[in-house]
Nanobody
Framework: QVQLVESGGGLVQPGGSLRLSCAAS?????MAWYRQAPGKQRNLVAS???????KYGDSVKGRFTISMDNAKNTMYLQMDSLKPEDTAVYYC?????????WGQGTQVTVSS
């Protein structure tokens, strides 16, 4: 069973940056970041394939960058120009066959 462990969340001021990491227990070919704010649905932030193809949600395009280090089985999310509306719990995700795997989540709070 795949295990995903996120890290790197925290409190940052508007306009600041954070880098999230997601370490997988084994080689993963496609991964994604989702986020969920209080009282809202969990939404896709960005996704990446093992060959480096990426997709971004409209609200983070140009500010967030997703990447993957295949040698370390680790995915990253570089978040720049953070806004208060980016505040949420960020989850790492992968799908193998018909099964979805999730990390425990890491809190990101953007506030002055």
């Amino acid at each position: 069973q795949v295990q995903l462990v996120e890290s790197g969340g925290g409190l940052v001021q508007p306009g600041g940056s954070l880098r999230l990491s997601c370490a997988a227990s084994e080689r993963i070919f496609n991964m994604a970041w989702y986020r969920q704010a209080p009282g809202k649905q969990r939404n896709l932030v960005a996704s990446i394939t093992n060959i480096g193809s990426t997709k971004y949600g409209d609200s983070v395009k140009g500010r967030f960058t997703i990447s993957m280090d295949n040698a370390k089985n680790t995915m990253y999310l570089q978040m720049d120009s953070l806004k208060p509306e980016d505040t949420a719990v960020y989850y790492c995700n992968t799908e193998i066959g018909t099964r979805a795997y999730w990390g425990q989540g890491t809190q990101v709070t953007v506030s002055s």
